[in-house]
């Protein structure tokens, strides 16, 4: 059976090898502040967006509309339900809805992943 891995492993170095592990415990070399100056001269981190706090936001949203349909509309009884239920199913299986719904799932995706998964890299 041939080899998952089709690249061939370089053969081991010993030289290095050995190298590596007499020296593995030295200092670490001076720089005299060259690291703390690279560091303070890189541009300062930018503020990732936060899909944790975008979704919380959702939910908190979502929380306060139910609540206040039930705080001006009543507690629908279940029979209004039903029928309200078929009836929305009902709008929401026509093709312009269906377009216009899997516009909105790419428009979502796309402003999430930023397009990474979408457009190849040139």
């Given at each position: 059976?041939?080899?998952?891995?089709?690249?061939?492993?370089?053969?081991?170095?010993?030289?290095?090898?050995?190298?590596?592990?007499?020296?593995?415990?030295?200092?670490?070399?001076p720089d005299a502040g060259f690291s703390r100056r690279v560091l303070a001269a890189l541009p300062p981190a930018?503020?990732?967006?936060?899909?944790?706090?975008?979704?919380?936001?959702?939910?908190?949203?979502?929380?306060?509309?139910?609540?206040?349909?039930?705080?001006?509309?009543?507690?629908?009884s279940l029979a209004t339900l039903d029928s309200e239920l078929t009836e929305s199913t009902g709008r929401l299986?026509?093709?312009?809805?269906?377009?216009?719904?899997?516009?909105?799932?790419?428009?979502?995706?796309?402003?999430?992943?930023?397009?990474?998964?979408?457009?190849?890299?040139?």
């Amino acid at each position: 059976m041939e080899s998952p891995d089709l690249n061939p492993s370089p053969a081991p170095d010993d030289a290095a090898d050995t190298w590596l592990r007499a020296n593995h415990s030295l200092p670490p070399l001076p720089d005299a502040g060259f690291s703390r100056r690279v560091l303070a001269a890189l541009p300062p981190a930018r503020r990732r967006f936060s899909r944790t706090r975008f979704c919380l936001a959702g939910l908190a949203a979502g929380l306060v509309v139910a609540l206040a349909g039930l705080a001006w509309g009543g507690v629908p009884s279940l029979a209004t339900l039903d029928s309200e239920l078929t009836e929305s199913t009902g709008r929401l299986l026509t093709s312009p809805a269906l377009g216009a719904l899997g516009v909105a799932a790419i428009s979502v995706w796309y402003a999430l992943c930023g397009g990474r998964r979408l457009l190849p890299r040139l």
